[in-house]
T-cell receptor, first 115, second 114 residues
Framework: GESVGLHLPTLSVQEGDNSIINCAYS??????FIWYKQESGKGPQFIID?????DKRQGQRVTVLLNKTVKHLSLQIAATQPGDSAVYFC??????????????FGKGTHLIIQP | NAGVTQTPKFRVLKTGQSMTLLCAQDMNHEYMYWYRQDPGMGLRLIHY???????AKGEVPDGYNVSRLKKQNFLLGLESAAPSQTSVYFC?????????????FGPGTRLTVL
């Protein structure tokens, strides 16, 4: 079956350092991936996405890397700030017999910023 | 634009009571979703809708019903609440499915069933 998992449940980094959050997926048919940020008490917020015809996409201070060969996705956050403290989820499009069928979410990585 | 809004924000029910959660979006999105999130867990899809008048089951549909009578609204109903339904419920919407399925989430409803 499909699964989206993260390698570490908690990641602690020093303020100003770069953060890398990893995600593995199992469905090789997935062609669209999204990273979400969820702050305490709030709903998930879209950060960045990437389609399977790309291996890298950059946003403001964030970069997503996609390695389809090993089914691995990563989110890099440059110069981590206190406001980056949150749980980060990766998600990918789920496919069933009828086609695209919503998103499958990983369990999340809690990013903690140390002063 | 308000985006995705949910009412109520908090609710406490007794076992066996019923309630309806309302989700509204003003982005003219076709697809809408209801998820639940339990401590330390990711989001699990309860039901979803690919357009007005349509609904479909997600990963954990038992104990819930939904209706999409208007494009902008998606209602989640609990007919007889159980303690296992204590959770935070999130609604989301997206323009379409597949590679257009960037979902935008509401702020959540925290439900406690005693």
């Amino acid at each position: 079956g499909e699964s989206v998992g993260l390698h570490l449940p908690t990641l602690s980094v020093q303020e100003g350092d770069n953060s890398i959050i990893n995600c593995a997926y199992s469905n090789s048919a997935s062609d669209y991936f999204i990273w979400y940020k969820q702050e305490s008490g709030k709903g998930p917020q879209f950060i960045i996405d990437i389609r399977s015809n790309m291996d890298k996409r950059q946003g403001q201070r964030v970069t997503v890397l996609l390695n389809k060969t090993v089914k691995h996705l990563s989110l890099q956050i440059a110069a981590t700030q206190p406001g980056d403290s949150a749980v980060y989820f990766c998600a990918h499009v789920r496919y069933s017999g009828g086609g695209a069928d919503g998103l499958t979410f990983g369990k999340g990585t809690h990013l903690i910023i140390q002063p | 634009n308000a985006g995705v809004t949910q009412t109520p924000k908090f609710r406490v029910l007794k076992t066996g009571q019923s309630m309806t959660l309302l989700c509204a979006q003003d982005m003219n999105h076709e697809y809408m979703y209801w998820y639940r999130q339990d401590p330390g867990m990711g989001l699990r899809l309860i039901h979803y809708s690919v357009g007005e008048g349509t609904t479909a089951k997600g990963e954990v549909p038992d104990g819930y019903n939904v209706s999409r009578l208007k494009k902008q609204n998606f209602l989640l109903g609990l007919e007889s609440a159980a303690p296992s339904q204590t959770s935070v419920y999130f609604c989301a919407s997206s323009l379409a499915g597949g590679t257009l399925d960037t979902q935008y989430f509401g702020p959540g409803t925290r439900l406690t069933v005693l």
